[in-house]
């Protein structure tokens, strides 16, 4: 998409609920993904089957007590990936969130900030998505230069002792990685459940 017909600016009011529906639209293309990733590790695999053991001794049903610790892990992992990425954020130090918007006027990407949690640790992106009709078109990309041209400007204005963007990914989210692995980012840890990972963190210095 030509820069010309694509701007960022701050989200109106009557565009929550379009934001909203994106923001969930985003987390259930990744959330079958990274609920297959947790639940196929060994220590998870070990739990579930004990889980099921232990109902064989309460259900009559043998197939129920096979399928009832698998559907509800998955629903844990799909709800706190909601309840994470699928909601507006609270308002943070830096502003937002930011739309990015068609020369239409159509909202087709969502951004959101924070600032980091010490001091030197930047800022943070909280949201990040792009509307399925219009990934692959140069809409992610816009909205990481805005953030990381936030950035700078938050770290310049608060005397922050460099300026630095951290972008939290899932596991599964291999289309991120690649924006991110193209733009100059490096994955430096991330977060997880026993010992595996189910987020992984980028982060670039500007």
Do not use: I
């Not at 899932?170 to 026993?194: I, K, S």
């Amino acid at each position: 998409m030509a820069p010309s017909h694509l701007s960022v600016r701050e989200m109106r009011e009557d565009e929550k609920p379009l934001v909203l529906e994106m923001l969930k639209a985003g987390v259930k293309d990744t959330e079958n993904r990274v609920a297959l990733h947790a639940l196929t590790r060994p220590p998870a695999l070990l739990l579930l089957a004990a889980a099921s053991s232990g109902l064989r001794f309460v259900l009559a049903s043998f197939a129920l007590a096979l399928l009832l610790p698998v559907f509800l892990a998955v629903a844990a992992v799909k709800l706190g990936l909601r309840a994470r990425w699928g909601s507006l954020p609270p308002p943070a130090g830096l502003g937002g969130p930011w739309v990015a918007v068609r020369g239409s006027g159509d909202v087709c990407g969502v951004l959101a900030l924070a600032p980091g949690a010490n001091s030197g640790d930047g800022a943070r992106v909280t949201r990040l998505s792009v509307s399925r009709w219009h990934r692959r078109r140069g809409v992610g990309r816009r909205l990481l230069a805005f953030a990381e041209a936030r950035a700078r400007a938050w770290a310049g204005g608060t005397g922050e002792p460099r300026a630095r963007l951290v972008v939290p990914v899932a596991v599964a989210a291999w289309g991120a990685v690649g924006l991110l692995e193209g733009c100059g980012y490096q994955a430096e840890g991330g977060w997880g459940c026993m010992g595996y990972t189910l987020v992984r963190e980028f982060s670039k210095d500007l």
